[in-house]
């Protein structure tokens, strides 16, 4: 197990087979332009690059199991050139855990409130009433006043 610092919450915590004094070397960074969509519902709550370093120089395990520091993130998912693919990811505490290759690129997602939705489209919708209301009330009102 090598971990991102000597925090006693490291960001980032890999499992796998690798040789005493491997490292992680961790970057937070930008979502690459022209990456995909995000999935619908989700925000961005961090983008990682990550690898794994052997003091050696051989390459560690192909496949890692990641334990990442993702505060209110509760989904993950790989950039893979343009492509953001999801990972599947389990919640353990502060911490997502997930499987990937010993480098990469990480997303975090957070679920967006549905709220705002739901409020907007309740505006939208009392408007709409009104708005239906007041002309059929015009209407029946100049109608009236034109037959006198």
Sequence with gaps: MVSSSDDPKPA??????????????????ELPEGTAPL???YRESGCYSYTIADPDNESPSDTVTLHILAGSADAAGLISGNELLPLPAEKDGE???????????????EKRSVFPFILAAAVIGVLALG??????????????????
Excluded at 15 to 27: Q, Y
Excluded at 95 to 109: E, H, M, N, P, Q
């Design 39 to 41: 999935p619908f519902g």
């Design 131 to 148: 708005i239906a209301r007041f002309q059929r009330w015009r209407r029946k009102n100049h109608t009236e006043e034109d037959t006198k």
């Design 95 to 109: 911490y997502l855990i997930v499987s990937a290759d010993a480098a990469g690129s990480i997303v975090l997602l």
């Design 12 to 29: 980032l915590i890999a499992e796998g087979k690798f040789m005493p004094g491997a490292s992680i070397v961790l970057r937070q960074m």
